[in-house]
């Protein structure tokens, strides 16, 4: 099966529900996040392990 790396832009509320899904899926691997609040980020490595984060 193909796997399709996702980065996620934005890790409020809409991003992190999306964050939530895309972790599930079996042909998706998350891969990269960027917020512009770095706070937002730490959760989001704490939370599901991404490693590539970016502040804009």
């Known amino acids: 099966m193909r796997t399709v790396g ?3 832009i934005g ?3 809409i991003g992190t529900w999306h964050l939530d899904r895309y972790v599930r899926l079996e042909e998706a691997k998350v891969v990269a996040a960027c917020d ?3 706070q937002a980020l730490k ?3 704490t ?3 991404i490693e590539n984060l970016y502040t804009g």
Do not use: A, M, N
Request: charged share 35%.
């Open 36 to 38: 512009i609040d770095e």
């Open 11 to 13: 890790c409020g509320s």
């Open 6 to 8: 996702v980065g996620v």
């Open 43 to 45: 959760e989001v490595k």
């Open 47 to 49: 939370r599901w392990g």
